[in-house]
C-alpha cells in the first residue's frame, strides 16, 4: 500500500496544521492507520492511531486534545488535524498502515509514506 504524505510546513506556536495520507490500492480501507513522528536527534514515536473503519483512535499522551485522527475511506485517505502546536512538536511526521487494526510499535506496520515536515517555531 504505497503512501504519501502531505500538508507539513512551518507554522507558527499556537497555530494549527492538517496532514494528509493518501493510499493507492483498493484494499485502504482493511488497514489501520498510525501516524509517527520523528524529532531531530529522538527515535521515532507513535503519535495516533485509527482502526480500519475509523471507529476507534488512540493517542499519544503528548499530543492527546490538541490532534484529532481520521480517515476517509471513499479518498483511501487518512488525516491528522493538529491543534495548538508547541515548539516541540516539530518533527517528520509519517504515516504508516498495518492490517486491521492500529498498534503503538512502529514495528508493527508493513507500510510507511516518506515523510513530511512539521515546523513550529516560538
Known amino acids: 500500500v504505497p503512501l504519501v504524505e502531505s500538508g507539513g510546513g512551518l507554522v507558527q506556536a499556537g497555530g494549527s496544521l492538517r496532514l494528509s495520507c493518501a493510499a493507492s490500492?483498493?484494499?485502504?480501507?482493511?488497514?489501520?492507520m498510525g501516524w509517527f513522528r520523528q524529532a531531530p536527534g529522538k527515535e521515532r514515536e507513535f503519535v495516533a492511531g485509527?482502526?480500519?473503519?475509523?471507529?476507534?483512535?488512540y493517542y499519544a499522551d503528548s499530543v492527546k486534545g490538541r490532534f484529532t485522527i481520521s480517515r476517509d475511506n471513499a479518498k483511501n485517505t487518512v488525516y491528522l488535524q493538529m491543534y495548538s502546536l508547541k515548539p516541540e512538536d516539530t518533527a517528520v511526521y509519517y504515516c504508516?498502515?498495518?492490517?486491521?487494526?492500529?498498534?503503538?510499535?512502529?514495528?508493527?506496520?508493513?507500510?510507511w509514506g516518506q515523510g513530511t515536515q512539521v515546523t513550529v517555531s516560538s
Open positions: 504508516a498502515a498495518r492490517w486491521w487494526d492500529y498498534d503503538v510499535g512502529e514495528r508493527k506496520y508493513d507500510y
Open positions: 490500492g483498493g484494499t485502504f480501507s482493511r488497514y489501520a
Open positions: 485509527i482502526n480500519w473503519s475509523g471507529g476507534s483512535t
